[in-house]
């Protein structure tokens, strides 16, 4: 098939055309996206030096609801409370991750009797780019599972984990469980508290 002149300006805007519906649907879809993933991280608590995000919902509270004995392997491996402190100012400030029994969880769900022992609960913290620390949840003085200070405008991320240890006296399934919150101190003030 021949083309003439004006055949071949015709399929250049027809090219032309396509490409930029093209374009525009993988611009705006792209835009959408980021929209969407940039929006689902709302700041949870703040003060005027640090803002404390968790990355899901209800992100503060540690739950276990049936006794399922892990391996440190298995645990370490389960699923995760991801935490993202911001430090805002351009100074060092201290601040303490604590992990504390949520009181008024276990007596709304009268946990009297039932609730699975300190000794035989682990938890561990994962900060970005350093080793994974494996603690009893009893082994915590005062429940502080980090001490750190923050430098200036430092952005820095945690994963906390919390099973039952695989050498629990308790029976696997058993309805024991605990009830814990993630708190964040910041010179000895709560922070991130319900």
């Not at 030096?49 to 209800?58: A, N, Y």
Request: aromatic content about 8%; some cysteine.
């Amino acid at each position: 098939m021949y083309y003439t002149n004006y055949n071949i300006k015709k399929e250049r805007i027809k090219n032309i055309i396509i490409i930029s519906i093209i374009l525009f649907v993988a611009i705006f879809s792209t835009y959408n996206i980021y929209q969407k993933f940039s929006d689902t991280e709302n700041i949870d608590y703040s003060s005027d030096s640090l803002d404390v995000t968790f990355h899901e919902k209800d992100g503060e509270q540690l739950d276990i609801t049936k006794v399922t004995p892990l391996t440190d392997s298995v645990g370490l491996s389960s699923k995760g409370h991801t935490i993202k402190i911001t430090n805002n100012l351009t100074e060092p400030v201290n601040y303490k991750i604590k992990i504390i029994d949520n009181k008024e969880k276990m007596e709304e769900q009268n946990c009297e009797g039932i609730t699975i022992p300190r000794e035989e609960i682990k938890v561990s913290i994962k900060e970005a780019g350093q080793a994974t620390k494996v603690y009893k949840l009893s082994e915590l003085e005062k429940g502080i599972i980090l001490s750190k200070t923050a430098t200036a405008l430092e952005t820095t991320k945690y994963t906390i984990r919390i099973w039952v240890s695989n050498d629990t006296h308790l029976p696997s399934g058993s309805d024991n469980h605990y009830h814990g919150l993630i708190q964040i101190f910041e010179n000895d003030t709560t922070l991130a508290v319900k």
